[in-house]
């Protein structure tokens, strides 16, 4: 999957939580597509944070992340490649029961 950085805004999270009001204002602001990138071990906050998300949200995208990789962490090259296979809310949601 090729990159667009060009229209990509990052946003953090106070932990691996966002509110249904969080996401009610990217909504607002016309958001159409987001990346959910946790680390590794916030698995469950990843299943409800993208189905809450899909909400309010037209195209949310998971990406698994493996071992101790923290994405704040990440280099462009670590980003292209995590993004490689994303997951759609309830396919990631399915596969990790």
């Not at 969080?22 to 946790?38: N, S």
Request: glycine letters at 6%; hydrophobic letters at 35%.
């Amino acid at each position: 999957m090729e990159i667009n950085l060009n229209n990509v805004a990052v946003v953090f999270t106070n932990g691996s939580k966002i509110s249904e009001t969080q996401a009610r204002k990217l909504q607002r602001k016309g958001i159409q597509k987001a990346i959910i990138m946790y680390d590794s071990d916030a698995t469950k906050s990843v299943k409800k944070c993208g189905m809450m998300l899909s909400k309010y949200i037209p195209k949310v995208l998971i990406c698994e992340l493996k071992g101790d990789r923290d994405p704040g962490d990440f280099t462009y090259e670590d980003f292209v490649k995590v993004t490689e296979r994303m997951y759609d809310p309830l396919e990631f949601k399915m596969g990790r029961i």
